[in-house]
Each structure stands twice: as C-alpha cells, then as structure tokens.
C-alpha cells in the first residue's frame, strides 16, 4: 500500500510536468501570440510565424504577408526566447536550421553557410536587414496567456562583411545598451544592441 502510494504521488508530479514543464508544446495560439511579441506595433496580424506541432515537429503555424518571419520558443530549451527577422534573411535562416538537423554543429553552419554565400548557392541580403529578439526567464512567462512579464529586447542588424572601420563600430561592447559589431568582415557581421 505504502508502495502504491509512492508510485500514485509520483505519477500525479510527472504528469503535472508534462503539463507545465519545459518540453510541453503550447497551444498554436499561444506560440503566435508569444512569437510575435518582438515585432513592432501595427506588424504583427500578417506576420509569418514558425513554431512547433503535437509532435514536436518546427513546422509553420501562420502564414504571412509581412516583411517579417517569426519564431516561437523552442520548448525544448531553458527560459523563453522568441525572435523575428526580416524576410530577406530568410534563405539564411532556413539553411542553419536544415544544416542543424543534419547534426552539422555551430562552427561547421558557419563555415557552410559562408562557402555558399561566397560562390552564391545562398542569397544573403548585402544591405542591412533587422532581426528583434525577446527573452525572458520561465517563472516570468505564462503559458495560458503567452505573455512575458519582466523580458528583455536584444537587436540585431545583419551586414555582411562589415567592419569596424566601414562602421565606426567598435567589435566588443564598451556600456550597457551600446551598438557594437559581431563578426566584422565576415558574412555573419551583424551590429549587436543590448539591453540596458
């Protein structure tokens, strides 16, 4: 009896994880409405938005007519992030994630993805394109509603094969907030803004 018990106690905490754990995959609404929090007002009702089905599959949830592509928290992964980024970013995007489910790891997608910029199998916008990204922790964020309380905005503006002289830009943060470029001279250059 005392046996059944443990077992019934520990069943009923497993099954309340599944529920509320990381892992759990959110409601299509939810997902959206949490996605599209990054994107400025008045843009979000025509907004693409990829997120993640019953099996866990990143499939896309809403289409859209927007400039802007969205993604919704990877329920796999600790604390909240949701990110959106211009349209013409998209092929970029698109090819990290295929080349991540092929099991290429991060310095291996950088140099793919920098091969075929450079021989042009891959369209990268040469001119400076916007990504917004929101995050926050797990205890800050509700699931029944998609809000985040307390989350943080980080920016980031791709152009590719910018330096810190074309810029003016220094290539590490100096302040809270400040602009500064990642990457310089390569097809990844992108000016970091971070939170205050």
Known sequence: ??????????????????????????????????????VPEGSSTDTMVYGYDANGDFVVLREGTSNLVCL???????????SCYSKKLEPFMKRGRELRAEGKDVMEIREIRGKE???????????????YVYYGTDTDYNASTGELANGQFRY?????????????????????????????????????????
């Open 72 to 82: 919704a928290d990877d329920p796999q992964k600790e604390g909240i992030s949701v």
């Open 156 to 196: 980031v503006i791709y152009i590719p094969y910018a330096t810190t002289e074309s810029t003016g830009l220094p290539d590490k943060p100096h302040a809270k907030g400040m602009p500064w470029l990642m990457d310089p001279g390569t097809h990844r250059a992108h000016i970091m803004v971070g939170p205050n």
């Open 1 to 38: 009896m005392k046996y059944s018990f443990l077992f019934l106690a520990l069943f009923s905490f497993a099954c309340l994880y599944s529920q509320n754990g990381k892992g759990t995959i959110l409601p299509k609404e939810i997902q959206i409405k949490t996605a599209i929090l990054p």
């Open 117 to 131: 910029i450079a021989n042009g199998t891959l369209d990268m916008p040469r001119e400076p394109s916007m990504m």
